[in-house]
């Protein structure tokens, strides 16, 4: 089936740790994002990638990192510099920037 | 900069007919999306909108006026499972999506 995928369904960050959520793609599409969302509120960019091994950052990239060397995954790490990181993370791809994006599953961030 | 602005929660009951509006501000227009999100879930693409008009698809609608710079998503004989959060997004020449705060819509029996 082709789709999009994200693991962990949930994670737990410990104070000072950085973590990584996975986003991979078997879709061939050229671009990737990273939203967050808080409860209640609407999807905020992250990072996105139109291309592999170049992306750009979005509105809230501070504390945040990403990579792209392969097509079909988009890794974001969440670093200890995210000071409040508790939230949704969705990942999502597009056949181009611009065009039509599918959403994966979500990673349900926690602070413990 | 860019914008978007639609109603926090609609109301309506099984069978009826409901509409969420969305307008928007933004330089270099490409086109006005809609995605539905249930609680706990990730949003699904409904529809998209780069000319004005209206789209349909089923039981789903959305109109645009791109001289409005509004649009609005139509939902008729409204379901228990249309109860779900509804977003419009914005595509530019950013290349980015811009998504508006969400739209809840509850529909009672």
């Known amino acids: 089936d082709g789709g999009i995928t994200q693991s962990p369904k949930y994670l737990f960050r410990k104070e000072g740790q950085n973590v990584t959520l996975s986003c991979e793609q078997n879709l061939n599409h050229d671009a990737m994002y990273w939203y967050r969302q808080d409860p209640g509120q609407g999807l905020r960019l992250i990072y996105y990638?139109?291309?592999?091994?170049?992306?750009q950052k979005g509105d809230i990239a501070e504390g945040y990192s990403v990579s792209r060397e392969k097509k079909e995954s988009f890794p974001l790490t969440v670093t200890s510099a995210q000071k409040n990181p508790t939230a949704f993370y969705l990942c999502a791809s597009s056949p181009g920037t611009g065009e039509t994006q599918y959403f994966g599953p979500g990673t349900r961030l926690l602070v413990l | 900069g860019q914008s978007l602005e639609q109603p926090s929660e609609v109301t309506a009951v099984e069978g009826a007919i409901v509409q969420i509006n969305c307008t928007y501000q933004?330089?270099?227009?490409?086109?006005l999306s809609w995605y539905q999100q249930h609680d706990g879930g990730a949003p699904t693409f409904l529809s998209y909108n780069a000319l004005d008009g209206l789209e349909e698809t089923g039981r789903f609608s959305s109109f645009l006026s791109r001289s409005d710079s509004y649009g609005y998503l139509l939902l008729q004989e409204l379901q228990m499972k249309d109860s779900a959060s509804y977003f419009c997004a914005l595509s530019s020449n950013t290349g980015k999506l811009i998504f508006g705060q969400g739209t809840t819509l509850q529909v009672k029996p």
């Open positions: 933004t330089s270099g227009f490409y086109g």
């Open positions: 990638s139109q291309i592999v091994n170049d992306f």
